[in-house]
C-alpha cells in the first residue's frame, strides 16, 4: 500500500503549474491536530510531481507533539485541537 493511501495519512494536491517555481528558504506547515493519545509525531513532506506522475520528494520534516515549544515538555490536551508549526528542512528547489 502506498503511503498515501493510509487512513492516517492526509495529502494535499495543488493544481498543475503554468509556470516553473522556486521555493527557497524556510518551509513550515502549519497545523491544527487533534488526537486521542498525548503525545505523537507529525511530519509533513514538500514533493514535485512530475506530469507523468513521478514523485519528488524536494524536503521533509518532523516533530514529536510533546516538544513543539523548544525543550519544554507540553503534552497535547486530547480535549482540545491544538496548533502545530512544523519546521520542514530548508529548501532551494526549483522546477
Do not use: C
Request: proline share 5%; net charge negative.
Amino acid at each position: 500500500m502506498e503511503v498515501e493511501n493510509r487512513k492516517d495519512v492526509l495529502v494535499y494536491t495543488s493544481r498543475t503549474l503554468d509556470e516553473d517555481l522556486r521555493v527557497t528558504g524556510p518551509v513550515v506547515a502549519k497545523l491544527w491536530i487533534a488526537s486521542s493519545a498525548p503525545d505523537t509525531d507529525f511530519t509533513a513532506k514538500l514533493v514535485d510531481v512530475a506530469p507523468d506522475g513521478r514523485a519528488i520528494n524536494l524536503t521533509d520534516g518532523i516533530q514529536r507533539v510533546a516538544y513543539r515549544n523548544s525543550n519544554q515538555t507540553v503534552f497535547h490536551d486530547a480535549r482540545h485541537a491544538s496548533r502545530l508549526l512544523l519546521p520542514v528542512l530548508p529548501n532551494d528547489q526549483g522546477h
